[in-house]
């Protein structure tokens, strides 16, 4: 009798360690993303990994690791079953009906940079009619202008459109008078005019006095998407997305996602400077 009651303690005891151990789940994430999700020495970096590394651990129940992917690689990954979920991708549920979301984790925002000369002679909160015969500067790959009104001046004639790789390249092409407007994610803007300070390509008081941030004109969420396939790989799930909501409304409630994302915008055109009025047009 003795043996049998020590045997079912044993088993209590296993039961309820078992029970505490931590699952273990990995999540994808852009590896060339920033800054708001990149890889830097196959390490996940940026806001987004900053954001939810915080968010899971508050969630300790889950022990979870972020690896960094190409994008499509992810989304692949996602859609076959094979990956339980990557950031950060925007809500698309006809596109991805193979996904579930998070909550909203960050808003992301598409916003036009001016030279500051041509703010002070356009009201360039006006997207886009007090565009007309500026040049427009964008990334090349990046079809990121919805406004109709744009795309009718554009095949018009009265707006003049070029790529450049990347943000410096178009940033230095803006300072250099070569083209008028930037327009581009206002955080990765923001992030690069960082970098460029502290390389000393810009001076560190008046280093952006060329610059003025103009209206949004657009803005998107990022979230994590999880598979909707293979159901049976991933009993946890709907545990998991609960619990990182909650997480998510908390850092949100509580301010440490906007600490967060001060830390990747230390220039801050609109204080510094004194912009236009920055609402826009929502597109």
């Known amino acids: 009798m ?12 296993q039961g309820t360690a078992l029970a505490q151990t931590p699952i273990s789940v990995t999540v ?8 708001y ?3 830097e020495n196959g390490e996940a970096k940026g806001l987004y990994s900053d954001i939810l590394r915080a968010a899971f651990a508050r969630m300790p129940g889950y022990r979870v690791s972020i690896r960094p992917v190409p994008w ?11 990956a339980f979920a990557l950031f950060p991708p925007y809500y698309r549920p006809v596109e991805r009906p193979w996904m579930d979301y998070s909550r909203p984790i960050l808003e992301e925002s598409v916003v036009a940079f001016v030279r500051s000369e041509l703010a002070q002679q356009r009201a360039i909160e006006d997207f886009p009619a007090a565009y007309a015969g500026l040049r427009v500067g964008l990334n090349r790959g990046f079809n990121i202008i ?9 095949a018009a004639g009265q707006v003049q459109q070029s790529y450049a790789s990347d943000n410096r390249t178009n940033l230095l092409q803006l300072k250099r008078q070569r083209i008028d407007v930037y327009i581009n994610d206002r955080l990765s803007i923001l992030w ?10 810009l001076a560190n008081s008046a280093g952006v006095d060329w610059l003025i941030e103009g209206p949004t004109l657009s803005s998107e969420h990022g979230h994590l998407g999880y598979t909707r396939t293979s159901p049976e790989a991933y009993p946890y799930k709907q545990d998991f997305m609960q619990r990182l909501d909650q997480a998510l409304l908390g850092l949100e409630a509580d ?3 906007a600490r967060l994302a001060a830390r990747y915008s230390a220039i801050d055109l ?3 400077i004194g912009t236009t009025n920055t609402t826009g047009n929502n597109l």
Do not use: H, N
């Open 270 to 272: 609109r204080s510094a």
């Open 255 to 257: 301010g440490s996602i």
């Open 192 to 201: 690069e005019l960082q970098r460029m300070r502290e390389q000393g390509l």
């Open 2 to 13: 003795r043996i049998l009651v020590a045997w079912l303690l044993f088993l209590a005891v």
């Open 37 to 39: 999700s990149y890889a």
């Open 146 to 154: 919805a406004a109709p009104d744009y795309k009718r001046m554009l």
């Open 72 to 82: 499509p690689r992810g989304l692949a990954a996602v859609e076959k079953g094979t």
């Open 28 to 35: 994808l994430c852009d590896a060339s993303y920033p800054p």
